[in-house]
């Protein structure tokens, strides 16, 4: 349910509500409410934290206006409280994009170009090897208790001392591209959902692609084709590193967070990996 609070603020700034639906996954980390009032069909969202409101509202501040100026289809912000770390935006039609369809995939590698070629600058102290780094020291640190040693283990062990990311560079990512969060209306693609939007390794962006949907025939191809960049043998090794950081990473939230399905998902991912 939207509290008394959010509601009070969307109300006195939109109207009234006339109808509301409940759309937020089932951990309830962000709460995403589809809102419709006498004049508007609109998305209200709320962050549980700082740092993922900061990220999206940046994002759509910074970001998706570079993609509409492409042509690329994305929610448009609409309003903003920073003390309730809530976002209302616009409705963007369309259903779930299916994973399979090669024509989705070339739309989808246009979009990420667009994306990783808006204009940014990189305040961050860490270089990109240090930066993964300090991931897999957290991640590992706070996988105790969550997932086996041995598997721990097995990821420091694949990812080592990360060199093949020297002199990396970082690029605006959306770092959750995959198609649960991607629509398509009247076969044109449609991005969603970028509170995890940041700075960061372009591959960051691939990897879930790699791992699942680009096993599928065309898909991959169709993808880079649109991209307009291809995979050397390096980034075939970035990729497979952050793979391996993804599957401890998504182990521990999942574990943390008592997602099944998510946990079920990450064991998949790493026995992959493994090639069990």
């Known amino acids: 349910m939207i509290s008394e609070a959010l509601r009070d603020w969307f109300e006195a700034r939109h109207g009234g509500i006339v109808r509301a639906e409940d759309r937020s996954w089932s951990h309830g980390v962000t709460r995403v409410f589809e809102l419709w009032t006498?004049?508007?069909?609109l998305w209200l969202k709320q962050h549980t934290q700082a740092r993922k409101f900061d990220q999206e509202l940046s994002a759509y501040l910074q970001w998706v206006p570079v993609l509409a100026e492409a042509g690329e289809?994305?929610?448009?912000?609409?309003?903003?409280e920073p003390a309730l770390r809530a976002l209302v935006l616009t409705h963007l039609d369309g259903e779930p994009a299916p994973g399979?369809?090669?024509?989705?995939?070339?739309?989808?590698?246009?979009?990420?170009?667009a994306l990783h070629a808006a204009p940014f600058v990189d305040h961050d102290p860490l270089?990109?090897?240090?930066?993964?780094?300090?991931r897999l020291e957290?991640?590992?640190r706070e996988a105790a208790g969550l997932v086996?040693?041995?598997?721990?283990?097995?990821?420091?062990?694949?990812?080592?001392d990360a060199e093949v990311f020297a002199g990396a560079r970082r690029v605006p990512c959306h770092r959750d591209f995959s198609p649960r969060n991607w629509l398509v209306h009247e076969g044109r693609f449609g991005l969603l959902d970028f509170e995890h939007a940041a700075p960061d390794l372009r591959w960051v962006d691939v990897m879930k692609l790699a791992d699942d949907t680009w096993r599928l025939p065309g898909t991959r191809d169709a993808f880079l084709d649109a991209y307009g960049?291809?995979?050397?043998?390096?980034?075939?090794?970035?990729?497979?590193?952050?793979?391996?950081?993804?599957?401890?990473s998504t182990w521990v939230w999942s574990a943390a967070h008592d997602d099944a399905a998510y946990l079920e998902h990450a064991r998949r991912?790493?026995?992959r990996l493994v090639g069990v």
């Open 38 to 41: 006498a004049s508007e069909h």
């Open 138 to 140: 957290r991640w590992s």
């Open 100 to 113: 399979d369809d090669p024509a989705i995939h070339r739309q989808a590698g246009a979009a990420l170009a």
């Open 229 to 248: 960049r291809g995979w050397s043998e390096v980034d075939a090794q970035r990729i497979e590193r952050l793979s391996w950081l993804h599957a401890l």
């Open 148 to 160: 086996p040693a041995e598997v721990v283990a097995r990821v420091n062990l694949e990812i080592g």
């Open 269 to 271: 991912h790493y026995a």
């Open 127 to 134: 270089t990109v090897r240090e930066a993964i780094l300090a």
């Open 73 to 80: 289809r994305a929610p448009g912000l609409i309003d903003r």
